[in-house]
């Protein structure tokens, strides 16, 4: 909560007018183009960071795919996992968000511009349409972000389970899948703390869909999550 009310303070002669453009873009979603909503998200989130004394360190940008649409999975370490992300990446990307988080104040309108799909993990045919519909916007053309552990692991860098029906809208959009490692995003909103702080996201080789073809979904899991474990190992001091 600090922070945010750094990057608040930081921002202030600005925080009005940007509040009224997020209300308006998330209430006319439909209706912008997609490039102008995500250029705005990554102003806010730009200057946010500078504010709030955080920096993203970015590694692998040229993995991300370009000419087809692709699937994001991170590891996922607390609410500040998006916003990184969005800062470390120029192609705009929807996210499938659990329910929990859907009216957090400022991510309920992030979530409403990038057009985000909410997921009730409890209501089991409400899940499969999340995924039916995510499959098509993807076989469509729009980029996704899914957390494959289905909610935050709240042990730092540590990564748990990964979930394979996660990777069923990938496999059935037959998109390629990109691995994020992310380091240290639990740092900036789940410690009480202003201290200057340092977030890594890397974006790893990406998996096309005929290299996993012919793999069951726990197997795309786990080669995931290795190569994501691999890759916080290496990097994490």
Not at 44 to 54: D, M, Q
Not at 68 to 95: M, R
Not at 103 to 129: H, N, P, T, Y
Request: aromatic residues 10%; hydrophobic residues 40%; positive net charge.
């Amino acid at each position: 909560m600090r922070r945010i009310i750094l990057m608040v303070l930081y921002n202030l002669p600005f925080v009005p007018y940007w509040w009224w453009q997020l209300c308006h873009f998330a209430k006319h979603t439909d209706d912008i183009p997609e490039p102008e909503k995500y250029a705005l998200l990554k102003k806010i989130v730009l200057h946010a960071n500078k504010g709030g004394r955080v920096k993203i360190d970015v590694h692998g940008r040229e993995h991300i795919p370009t000419g087809e649409s692709f699937v994001f999975f991170p590891n996922h370490q607390g609410l500040f996992d998006v916003l990184a992300i969005i800062e470390a990446c120029d192609q705009p990307f929807s996210v499938v968000a659990k329910k929990e988080v859907k009216d957090v104040l400022f991510l309920k309108q992030v979530f409403a511009i990038m057009k985000a799909k909410i997921m009730d993990r409890e209501d089991v045919r409400q899940s499969l349409q999340v995924i039916l519909d995510v499959t098509q916007e993807v076989k469509n053309g729009r980029n996704y972000l899914i957390f494959p552990e289905g909610t935050r692991s709240r042990r730092g860098n540590q990564v748990g389970d990964f979930k394979g029906g996660s990777f069923k809208c990938a496999v059935k959009a037959k998109a390629p899948i990109v691995p994020v490692a992310l380091l240290n995003a639990f740092e900036p909103f789940d410690r009480n703390s202003i201290a200057p702080v340092t977030v890594q996201v890397h974006f790893l080789e990406p998996i096309p869909y005929e290299v996993y073809q012919s793999m069951k979904t726990t197997e795309i899991a786990e080669i995931v999550k290795t190569r994501i474990e691999e890759t916080i190992a290496e990097y994490e001091k």
